[in-house]
C-alpha cells in the first residue's frame, strides 16, 4: 500500500515548514541573549510566551478557516502571511547593525516578525494536515473495506510524522551551526527561502490536489450549526430503536453519505426538527469538565517540555563544546537528540515494547492510555533529576577553575541523557495524550479534543515564563543582580530551578495515578 502523489508531496511541504520553523525557534534564546541583549530569565520568559502564543492560536484560526474558507485558500493565505513573516525577522536582522541603538523599537519589530509567523503558523499546520488527509477521501470514506480504510489512514498519518520530524531535525541541526557559525542573517534566510520553497512546489502539485466541492463549511457558520443539528437530530432519532453497536454502524454510515453523497445537503436541510441547544451545550461542558483534571495534571509536562529551547541551550552556551580544533557544536543543536531518540525508537516501540508487555499483563493492548502517559511523565521527571545533577556537577567544575578566563572543561555531551530522556517521554506521554483527547470525546466533538491536547502546551508555556517570573523575584539577591536565572551561568542556580520541576511533576504524577483509579471509563 503506498501513499498517492499529492500526500507524498504535502508530507514533504510539512517538512520543509518544520525544516523553517525549527530553524528560527531552537536557537532563539541565543539570538535574543546574544543579539538583543536580553538577560537568560527574559530571553526565556520571551520565548516561552511566543510559543504559548503559537501553539494556542490555532484553536481560533483553524476553526475561524473550516467555518469560512476552504482549507486550500487557508493554506495559501497562512502560508503567505508566514513567509512575510519570515521576511521581515530576516530583514531586521540584516538591518540590525543601523537599528541596535533604537533598543525598544528593535524589540517591537522583532515581535512583530514573529506573531506574523504565529498567526501564519496557526492556519497553516492544521489546515495543511487536513488537506492531505482529504487526499485520500475517495478511498478513506466512500469505500466498503473498514481496514483499508483504517491502514490508509494510519500510513498517511505515520509518515506525516516521519516528515515534520525530519524537518524539525535537520532544522534544529543544521540551523543551530549556521547560526552560530556563518551569522544570523544567513541563519533566517535559509528558513526564509525554504518555506517560499514550500509554497512554490504547494502551487504547483495545484492539478494534482482533489478540491473538495460544495463542502457544508463553505457555507456561513449559521448554516453549518443548523445542518449540524439537524444531522444530530437524526442520529438521535435512529439510535432511540437500535442497540449501542448498531447506533455506531448508523452514524459512520451518515457521515459516509454526507461526504460521498451531493444530495446529503438536501437531506440535511429536509429535517426541521431542531435538538434542544442547551442540552448539547452542557453535554459538551459536561465532556470538558470530565476531562479537565487529565489536562490540569499535563500542565506541568508541558513546562519541561519547553525546557530544552531554552535552558538547556544556555547551559549548553557555557560547557566545552569543541570537537578537535576547529569545529564547536552548535548548544541549540543538542535538540536534534529529542527528534533523533523518537525517530529511531518508534518503529521499536510497536514491534518490541508492546509485544513484551502483552506478555506480561495479558492485556491485548500491551497497556492502557493512561498507562502510556503515566510512563512518559516519569521518564520527564527523571530527566529533569538527570539535568539537576548535571547541573549541580557543571557548577563545582566551573567553581574549580584557576581563572573566569579559562575554559570549563566540562563537555556538552553530559546534557545528552536528559535530552534523550525527553526524547523517549515524548513518544509515551505526546502520542498518548493525542490518543486520549481523541477517544474521550464523540466522533462531533474531534476538534475540541484535538484543541484540548495542543492547548496543554500553549498553556504549560505562558505558566513556564509566570514561573520564571516568580522565581526570580523570589530568588533575587539582596543587591538585585543575581537570581537562580543569572546571567553569569557561574553564579546561576538552574539545579535549584530543575529539581523545582522534577518536586512539581513528580506530584502532578502521583495526583495523575490516583485520579486513573477514579477514572470513569
Not at 470530565?290 to 490540569?296: A, D, K, M, Q, Y
Request: net charge neutral.
Amino acid at each position: 500500500m503506498a501513499l498517492s502523489k499529492p500526500c507524498t508531496l504535502l508530507i514533504v511541504i510539512a517538512g520543509m515548514e518544520r525544516f523553517a520553523f525549527k530553524g528560527v525557534a531552537s536557537n532563539l534564546v541565543c539570538y535574543l541573549t546574544d543579539v538583543m541583549e536580553m538577560n537568560n530569565s527574559s530571553a526565556a520568559k520571551y520565548v516561552n510566551s511566543w510559543v504559548g502564543f503559537t501553539w494556542m492560536l490555532p484553536l481560533l484560526v483553524a476553526t475561524l478557516a473550516d467555518s469560512y474558507w476552504d482549507r486550500y485558500a487557508t493554506i495559501l493565505a497562512s502560508s503567505l502571511l508566514y513567509a512575510a513573516g519570515l521576511v521581515a525577522l530576516t530583514s531586521r536582522t540584516l538591518t540590525w547593525p543601523w537599528i541596535h541603538s533604537n533598543k525598544p523599537g528593535s524589540v517591537s519589530s522583532l515581535s512583530l516578525s514573529l506573531y506574523m509567523i504565529s498567526l501564519g503558523q496557526g492556519g497553516y499546520n492544521p489546515s495543511l494536515q487536513a488537506f492531505g488527509a482529504e487526499q485520500n477521501e475517495d478511498e478513506l470514506f466512500c469505500t466498503n473495506n473498514d481496514d483499508q480504510n483504517s491502514d490508509k489512514k494510519s500510513l498517511f498519518f505515520q509518515w506525516w510524522y516521519f516528515g515534520v520530524c525530519c524537518g524539525s531535525l535537520l532544522g534544529v541541526a543544521v540551523m543551530s551551526y549556521i547560526q552560530d557559525t556563518f551569522g544570523w542573517g544567513l541563519g533566517f534566510s535559509i528558513p526564509t527561502l525554504a518555506m517560499m520553497i514550500s509554497i512554490l512546489m504547494f502551487l504547483c502539485g495545484n492539478r494534482c490536489y482533489m478540491h473538495k466541492q460544495g463542502r457544508i463549511m463553505d457555507g456561513k457558520l449559521e448554516d453549518i450549526v443548523v445542518g449540524a443539528k439537524a444531522l444530530f437530530s437524526k442520529m438521535i432519532r435512529c439510535g432511540r430503536c437500535l442497540p449501542s453497536k448498531e447506533y455506531t454502524l448508523v452514524e459512520l454510515e451518515l457521515q459516509g453519505k454526507e461526504l460521498c453523497n451531493e444530495d446529503s445537503d438536501q437531506e440535511v436541510q429536509g429535517f426541521k426538527e431542531k435538538p434542544d441547544e442547551s442540552m448539547q451545550l452542557l453535554e459538551a461542558v459536561n465532556i470538558v469538565l470530565r476531562l479537565l483534571p487529565v489536562w490540569l495534571m499535563l500542565l506541568m509536562f508541558a513546562v519541561i517540555f519547553q525546557q530544552p529551547s531554552t535552558f538547556f541551550t544556555k547551559q549548553g552556551m557555557s560547557m566545552k563544546r569543541n570537537i578537535g580544533t576547529e569545529f564547536k557544536i552548535p548548544p541549540a543543536a543538542l535538540q536534534s537528540a529529542i527528534t533523533m531518540a523518537i525517530i529511531l525508537l518508534m518503529p521499536l516501540y510497536d514491534t518490541y515494547f508492546i509485544p513484551l508487555v502483552r506478555t506480561l499483563t495479558r492485556n491485548e493492548k500491551g497497556i492502557t492510555i493512561f498507562q502510556r502517559i503515566g510512563i512518559g511523565m516519569v521518564l520527564s521527571v527523571v530527566a529533569m533529576i538527570v539535568a539537576a545533577i548535571t547541573e549541580k556537577r557543571r557548577l563545582e567544575v566551573s567553581k574549580n577553575r584557576e581563572t573566569e578566563s579559562e575554559e570549563l572543561q566540562f563537555s556538552i555531551f553530559w546534557l545528552l541523557p536528559q535530552y534523550i530522556l525527553l526524547g523517549i517521554s515524548d513518544i509515551f506521554t505526546v502520542v498518548g495524550m493525542q490518543e486520549f483527547f481523541y477517544c474521550e470525546v464523540p466522533a462531533r466533538m474531534r476538534t475540541v479534543g484535538m484543541a484540548l491536547n495542543t492547548s496543554v502546551f500553549g498553556v504549560g508555556s505562558f505558566l513556564s515564563a509566570l514561573l520564571i517570573s516568580v522565581i526570580e523575584h523570589l530568588t533575587i539577591s539582596g543587591d538585585g543582580k543575581n537570581s537562580w536565572f543569572s546571567d553569569d551561568m557561574a553564579e546561576a542556580r538552574l539545579d535549584y530551578y530543575y529539581w523545582f520541576l522534577a518536586l512539581s511533576s513528580a506530584i502532578s504524577l502521583l495526583s495523575f495515578v490516583i485520579f486513573c483509579k477514579f477514572f470513569r471509563k
